[in-house]
């Protein structure tokens, strides 16, 4: 069973930036795919931004290409949300998963942390 834990959200203005962590342990999958979501109050949560574990290949939503970057940590088993030049529509509870495989698609993810709020003020 793996567990994760996001830490790094917070109140910040608009334009500034933030950095999310999401701390994996247990049994982790060396060979999948790590990604972050988002949910905003009265909305789906959506897809933000995925990193392949080994090769370090990322994928983004069209709404974060350019102000997001997403990286990894192996032995630290921990992974990254650099946020910048953020905005107050960026507010949200942001979520790390885990998955056997890439997908923009948060059915296909099976071990989720307990979320880290995100609030941009204008």
């Known amino acids: 069973q793996v567990q994760l834990v996001e830490s790094g959200g917070g109140l910040v203005q608009a334009g500034g930036s933030l950095r999310l962590s999401c701390a994996a342990s247990g049994r982790t999958f060396s060979g999948g795919v790590m990604g972050w979501f988002r949910q905003a109050p009265g909305k789906e949560r959506e897809f933000v931004a995925a990193?392949?574990?080994?090769?370090?290949?990322?994928y983004y939503a069209a709404s974060a290409k350019g102000r997001l970057t997403i990286s990894r940590d192996n032995a630290k088993n921990t992974m990254y949300l650099q946020m910048n030049s953020l905005e107050p529509e960026d507010t949200a509870v942001y979520y790390c998963?885990?998955?056997?495989?890439?997908?923009?698609?948060?059915?296909?993810?099976?071990?989720w942390g307990q979320g880290t709020q995100v609030t941009v003020s204008s």
């Open positions: 990193i392949r574990w080994i090769t370090g290949t990322s």
């Open positions: 998963a885990q998955a056997k495989s890439f997908s923009r698609s948060d059915r296909e993810y099976d071990a």
